[in-house]
């Protein structure tokens, strides 16, 4: 069964840093990796998609890097902004059409 | 485009009761897979509905169960509510039922049992 952990659980950042959130899997036979924010008490919105064959997706400040040897995934978040401040959560999905969540990283960006 | 929505927003419901939670995908998609979210935990995959089947199912037990409709909307029921099914309910639809698919995700219904 699909692992993903996310570390730190925690972070806060001076706004304008840039920063950097880990995402790790321990079956490397993923299809694809997805990166969600999701606002307290609400849904999930997608962020980045990036398939098995891919190794990186960018949009705007966002560019997530994905190492399937490894099992990693990198979400990096360019000069960082109080709006930032959400929770960041990865999801990999591998056979049987479902997606393995981690847990979270809560991010606080402080003006 | 429409998004995927939810309904309701929020319920309180008690122990032993019924409850049937609903979910319209976005527009074009013919599939859907609920989540079920504990406070300060990652969502955990019940099921995914395709064409009116269902089509994988996580740990769940069977008193959790589901519909899909015709037009690709979906029901989730969970019968004999327990404490811990209190939770952020999540349906997300996709185009297509494979693992290649990228989800888009409803505004979830938080269920309260007491």
């Known amino acids: 069964k699909q692992e993903v952990t996310q570390i730190p659980a925690a972070l806060s950042v001076p706004e304008g840093e840039n920063l950097v959130l880990n995402c790790s899997f321990t079956?490397?036979?993923?299809?694809?990796l997805q990166w969600f924010r999701q606002d307290p008490g609400k849904g999930l919105t997608s962020l980045l998609l990036?398939?098995?064959?891919?190794r990186e997706q960018t949009s705007g400040r966002l560019n997530a890097s994905l190492d399937k040897s490894s099992g990693r995934s990198t979400l990096y978040i360019a000069a960082s902004q109080p709006g930032d401040s959400a929770t960041y959560l990865c999801?990999?999905?591998?056979?049987?059409?479902?997606?393995?969540f981690g847990t979270g990283t809560s991010l606080t960006v402080i003006p | 485009e429409t998004g995927v929505t939810q309904s309701p927003t929020h319920l309180i419901k008690t122990r032993g009761q019924q409850v049937t939670l609903r979910c319209s995908s976005q527009s074009g998609h013919n599939t859907v897979s609920w989540y079920q979210q504990p406070l300060g935990q990652g969502p955990q995959f019940i099921f995914q509905?395709?064409?009116?089947?269902?089509?994988g199912r996580g740990n769940f037990p069977p008193r959790f169960s589901g519909l899909q409709f015709p037009n690709y909307s979906s029901e989730l029921n969970v019968n004999a509510l327990e404490l811990d099914d209190s939770a952020l309910y999540l349906c997300?639809?996709?185009?297509?039922?494979?693992?290649?698919?990228?989800?888009?995700f409803g505004p979830g219904t938080r269920l309260t049992v007491l």
């Open positions: 509905y395709y064409r009116e089947e269902e089509n």
């Open positions: 997300a639809s996709s185009l297509g039922r494979g693992p290649y698919n990228e989800q888009f």
């Open positions: 079956d490397s036979a993923i299809y694809n």
């Open positions: 999801a990999a999905s591998n056979t049987g059409n479902q997606f393995y």
């Open positions: 990036i398939q098995s064959s891919q």
